[in-house]
């Protein structure tokens, strides 16, 4: 019997330790195309995981992958996961990240030009109009060096949904901003503070509880979707009807360094993923847009009343006047803001 018990231990671990061979051996097997990518990047966005923005920057990452034939391969470094906010231009230009999507509002200081690329209050809200002036009016070739003095390589900007702005309280004329404390980075805290408003800087992840703590009366978005992926709606009700600005266009930026490393045509192919990456955020913000408002609808959000003509007037009148002042900024936004003013 022991003999027999024996036989049947031996058995059973030659059966286990087969077992393993076959695993160890697979996991070998795999480890070439774990690793065979010539490029490994990593890729910061300002969204967290399941959000749709960050969901659109995954199938980014994922058509780099997928279009180079796995020759480079992307990790994506969603909200929170190791850069805030604001860090994000600092750490591609840096070489911590390789390949990020910043909010230009968030970097005002560091990089003045961005704040005139995202979009100036007044500003034209006709997707047409907006890629005629990157792509013919020069616009493009004077933020190409601009972040190239950055260390960093522009590729093709993304076109997203106007900003608006979510309060706590009913804005029923611009009178109502006075002495509210708004989340508005950049210009549009230049805009709001002219209108009486006290704007703050915070980051996407903390506009929930401070709006819930009473640390900001209101917010604006990256666009109307991010305030429903926030539920911003939970603890702020009101959402003003004007925006502020008509749409926005934001940068994918790349490590120069990085950059540099990649053969030519691999360089085309990431230009390319850029460009499919526009049409996306685009083509997909327009259609989520009027899902996301319902939603926010169906948890109580209200739109505040029609402003009137005196209000409208003063509105845009407040937005065209910081366009001069953004001018002053630097040589970079001198530049965009005159090729601004020529049409």
Known sequence: MFSTAIATIQKRAKKVV??????????????PEAFSAEHNWRFVNLYSRGTAYGEVYKQFADNIETMS???????????????????????????????GAPFQPMHAGEFPPGVVEVGL???????????????????????????????????????QLPVYVLTKK?????????????????????FL?????????????????????????????????????????????YMYRLPIAGAQALPILVNKGAWNKLPKDLQ????????????????????????????????????????????????NATANSLWAEYAKADTYSSQLVAILQKD
């Open 18 to 31: 087969t077992t393993y061979s076959l695993v160890f051996a697979a996991s070998l097997s795999m480890v």
């Open 69 to 99: 034939g796995g020759r480079i391969a992307v990790q994506v470094m969603y909200a929170g996961e190791g850069v805030g906010q604001t860090g994000v231009l600092g750490s591609v230009k840096s070489g911590l990240m390789t390949i």
């Open 121 to 159: 209050p007044g500003m034209t809200d006709d997707v047409g109009e907006l890629n005629t002036l990157f792509h013919e009016k020069g616009w493009g070739e004077i933020l190409t060096e601009a972040y190239g003095k950055q260390n960093l390589v522009w590729l093709e900007p993304y076109i």
């Open 170 to 190: 009913e804005i029923k004329s611009i009178e109502d901003f006075k002495g509210l404390k708004i989340r508005a980075p950049g210009a549009y805290g230049k």
């Open 193 to 237: 503070r002219k209108l009486g408003a006290s704007p703050t800087s915070l980051s996407w992840s903390e506009i929930y509880t401070s709006l819930a703590t009473g640390v900001i009366d209101g917010s604006i978005g990256s666009n109307i979707i991010d305030h429903r992926d926030g539920n911003h709606v939970e603890v702020a009700k």
């Open 268 to 315: 085309a192919i990431v230009r390319s993923a850029s460009t499919q990456h526009a049409r996306e955020q685009m083509t997909k913000s327009r259609a989520w847009e009027s899902t996301a408002i319902a939603d926010m609808e169906a948890k109580g959000m209200k739109w505040s009343p029609e402003p009137s003509q005196a209000d409208k007037d003063t509105w």
